[in-house]
């Protein structure tokens, strides 16, 4: 049950920078930054810095980088001591 939440969480954060990058393109309404950090560091870091890479969104800004890279390898560790 778990995994399944880890996994949603990481494709919902990775549409969540998706579409925050399609905000900036059309000038549109954008996604709150902290909602982008928040649903990262709630164990989505992963589709976070997926999405950030991929669409190359975010990637200049070091705030994201010091609160992803952590919090990915947090919660990598936590799934290496309960598996």
């Known amino acids: 049950m778990l995994e399944l939440y880890r996994i949603i969480l990481c494709v919902v954060t990775f549409i969540l920078y998706r579409y925050d990058k399609a905000m900036v393109v059309t000038h549109n309404r954008r996604i709150p930054e902290r909602v982008l950090i928040g649903s990262a560091v709630a164990d989505g870091a992963w589709g976070a810095l997926d999405g950030m890479v991929l669409f190359r969104h975010k990637i200049r800004q ?22």
């Open 62 to 83: 070091s705030r994201f980088w010091i609160i992803l890279i952590p919090s990915g390898l947090f919660y990598l560790g936590l799934l290496v001591a309960v598996w």
